[in-house]
Every structure is written in C-alpha cells, then in structure tokens.
C-alpha cells in the first residue's frame, strides 16, 4: 500500500505537464503525491536517526521532520501569499494537537477502557508547548496594543522588525529546547517505546531522502502554483485551503504514525510526537519561514490579524495541557478533539470564505 501511493507522484507530473488538465485536478493530485514523499521523508530520516544514536538521532528528527512543511510554504511565500502560509502554520498546530492526537486517541481506544501514558513526560512536554504558543502570539499582541491603544498608524515596518527579532528569540528557545529534552533531561524525555534499529543500507536511507526531498520541492512548486484557481473552483478561500489541506499535506505523516502507535498502545511516544511536533512548528519552522520570506522578498509577519486564529492556537495548547493532565486517555476523549478540530474548521471555512 506505501509503494502504490507513490503512484500519485508520477499522475500529478503526468496531469500538470502531459495533459495540462484543471488545476483543481493538478492541484488535488500533486497534494497528495507531496503527502506520499513527506511521508517517505520522514520514513528516511527516522532511519537515519536510528544510525546517529539518541541524542544526534533525536536532532536529526526534529530538524528535518519538517522539511516537505517548510518547502511548501516557502513556494507559497514565493508567490506572495504570507496570509496563507501563516493559516499553514495554524492548521499544522491544529492538525498535530487536535486532529492527529485525538484520531490516535479514538483508534487506540477502540477495545480498551482506557490507555495510560508517562504523565510527568507528557507534562513537561505539554508545558513547553503552552510556553511555545505564548511566544508565538505575542507578536500579534504587540500590534493590537499599537493599534488600539497607542493609535499607532504606522505599524507594518514595525510588524516585520517585530517578527524578525520574534524569530531570533524562539530559534535561541528552539536551541534551548534542543538542549534540554536532548542533553540535561535526556533520561526524562527518553522513550520507552523503542522504534526499533535501522532496517534500511545506509545508501538506501541517503538515496531515499535525497529523492524525497527535490520531488518535493518539485511538486510544492506545482501545489502552490495550482493553489488560488484550485480554491476558486471549489469556492474556498485560500486561507481555509491553508489551514486544512496544506497543513495535513506537511503532517499527515505525524497522524499517520501516531494512529499506528496507539493501536500498538504506545501513548506516551503518541503524545511525545504530537506535541513535540507543535513545538517544532511554533519554535522553528514559523521563525524560519520568517528569515526565508525575507530572504525572498516577501516579507511574512508572525502577527496573525485573525482572532479565529489567535484563538485557535490557545485553545489547542490549552486542550492539549488538560488532556496530559491526569495520565490516561479514553476513546471518547480522542472524539471531543476531533470535533474541537471540525468546528475551527468549519469557523475558518465561513469566516474566511
């Protein structure tokens, strides 16, 4: 089944540049064959890790998990589109805390009354995320308080200088972040549900991820390309487009894994690679993607002037802390998040739309 979605791969390269077809079809396709490579970026780099030993291993993880997120909002960037990557950021948030976790929740629940996981692990981690978050609003709370109660009017210059020092602040937390569940906590953040060692050649782990990653850059290309005629034809907005479909392309791996981890009963790597992945999304790849607007002469902010969005962020870092809170999860529990995450989404669809 894994090598047969890679056949989405060659369909959408078939449909944008053999058959020129709709870019609702190019679209569609080229979504879902980045979906496939993103998984298969990961695939490679957890083999990869599992070579480095723990510590390098659990950096190479957190710094190249993202990579298919981080080349598709930077196409996205590239076109202009900064609202759109920021929903991005908001829907990988949302995807990974909400939707991932509670789908895990919901399959691992099925046949047991209830699943327990490390409840001081999971805490610290919960807590980090609810510290990331903070940090990653406060950039928008910077520019209401100018607006609205200094009656600032010339707040844009500001806004990007804002967001470039933001940015520095939470790559140093990310580094910080790097060093304490990596090196002084090492034990605490350890997992004892092993993934098992390498079974790929370490020519094939190479050769895999350096094909994953230029398709993926290709087919980003094509995905951000498609993207405003694809959400005009199905009478979406761009922004909506951003916070579902675009954010689940760069995650569905994540879900994908974790779903297979709660069947096996391994709740707290479920939870560590939920959270950890909303982390790695406020402390990093929102900074970064920051720096390369920059760099690409298109300037993103971190100052999210939707207050469905600001909203959203709270609430998941807020749901996930009392979910960690007592230790164990119920399948029902797993339900509450998936609908938590469908009302947002339907909120975004009418808001935005």
Same mark, same amino acid.
């Given at each position: 089944?894994?090598?047969?979605?890679?056949?989405?791969?060659?369909?959408?390269?078939?449909? %944008?540049?053999?058959?020129?077809?709709?870019?609702? $079809?190019?679209?569609?396709?080229?979504?879902?064959? $980045?979906?496939?490579?993103?998984?298969?970026?990961?695939?490679? =780099?957890?083999?990869?890790?599992?070579?480095?030993?723990?510590?390098?291993? +659990?950096?190479?993880? *957190?710094?190249?998990?993202?990579?298919?997120?981080?080349?598709?909002?930077?196409?996205?960037?590239?076109?202009?589109?900064?609202?759109?990557?920021?929903?991005?950021?908001?829907?990988?948030?949302?995807? %990974? #805390?909400?939707?991932?976790? +509670?789908?895990?929740?919901?399959? !691992?629940?099925?046949?047991?009354?209830?699943?327990?996981?490390?409840?001081?692990?999971?805490?610290?981690?919960?807590?980090?995320? $609810?510290? /990331?978050?903070?940090?990653?609003?406060?950039?928008?709370?910077?520019? $209401?308080?100018?607006?609205?109660?200094?009656?600032?009017?010339?707040?844009?210059?500001?806004?990007? @200088?804002?967001?470039?020092?933001?940015?520095?602040?939470?790559?140093?937390?990310?580094? !910080?972040?790097?060093? @304490?569940?990596?090196?002084?906590?090492?034990?605490?953040?350890?997992?004892?549900?092993?993934?098992?060692?390498?079974?790929?050649?370490?020519?094939?782990?190479?050769?895999?991820?350096?094909?994953? =990653?230029?398709?993926?850059?290709?087919?980003?290309?094509?995905?951000?390309? &498609?993207?405003?005629?694809?959400?005009?034809?199905?009478?979406?907005?761009? %922004?909506?487009?951003? *916070?579902?479909?675009?954010?689940?392309?760069?995650?569905? !791996?994540?879900?994908?894994?974790?779903?297979?981890?709660?069947?096996?009963?391994?709740?707290?790597?479920?939870?560590?690679?939920?959270? +950890?992945?909303?982390?790695?999304?406020?402390?990093?790849?929102?900074?970064?993607?920051?720096?390369? /607007?920059?760099?690409? +002469?298109?300037?993103? #902010?971190? *100052?999210?002037?939707?207050?469905?969005?600001?909203?959203?962020?709270?609430?998941?870092?807020?749901?996930?802390?009392?979910?960690? &809170?007592?230790?164990?999860? =119920?399948?029902?529990? !797993?339900?509450?998040?998936?609908?938590?995450?469908?009302?947002?989404?339907?909120?975004?669809?009418?808001?935005?739309?």
């Amino acid at each position: 089944m894994v090598f047969i979605a890679l056949a989405f791969v060659p369909l959408s390269l078939l449909v %944008t540049y053999g058959l020129h077809a709709p870019a609702l $079809l190019v679209f569609g396709l080229s979504a879902a064959a $980045l979906a496939v490579l993103a998984d298969w970026t990961r695939r490679a =780099t957890e083999q990869l890790a599992e070579r480095a030993g723990p510590a390098l291993g +659990g950096l190479m993880n *957190v710094s190249l998990g993202s990579m298919a997120e981080i080349i598709l909002a930077f196409f996205v960037l590239r076109r202009g589109q900064a609202d759109v990557v920021q929903a991005q950021l908001v829907g990988s948030i949302l995807g %990974t #805390t909400l939707l991932g976790l +509670g789908l895990a929740v919901m399959a !691992g629940g099925i046949g047991r009354d209830k699943q327990v996981f490390d409840r001081q692990r999971v805490g610290l981690l919960s807590t980090l995320l $609810l510290l /990331s978050t903070v940090a990653l609003m406060l950039p928008a709370v910077f520019d $209401l308080t100018g607006r609205r109660v200094t009656h600032n009017s010339a707040m844009a210059l500001s806004d990007e @200088y804002l967001s470039l020092g933001a940015a520095a602040i939470l790559l140093l937390l990310y580094g !910080g972040n790097l060093l @304490y569940t990596l090196v002084t906590h090492r034990d605490v953040f350890a997992s004892d549900d092993e993934r098992g060692q390498a079974s790929w050649s370490l020519g094939l782990t190479l050769g895999v991820l350096a094909a994953a =990653t230029v398709m993926v850059a290709w087919e980003a290309e094509i995905v951000s390309d &498609a993207l405003t005629e694809a959400a005009g034809a199905l009478h979406f907005s761009p %922004t909506f487009l951003g *916070v579902v479909v675009l954010a689940l392309i760069g995650t569905g !791996g994540d879900l994908i894994a974790a779903v297979a981890f709660a069947r096996q009963d391994k709740m707290s790597l479920v939870l560590n690679i939920a959270i +950890g992945s909303a982390i790695q999304i406020a402390l990093v790849v929102a900074p970064l993607l920051v720096i390369l /607007s920059w760099l690409a +002469g298109h300037p993103m #902010t971190l *100052v999210f002037s939707n207050p469905l969005q600001l909203f959203s962020i709270a609430a998941a870092a807020f749901i996930v802390r009392s979910v960690a &809170a007592d230790g164990e999860t =119920t399948w029902f529990e !797993g339900l509450l998040l998936v609908g938590v995450y469908a009302l947002l989404a339907l909120g975004f669809f009418f808001v935005e739309g």
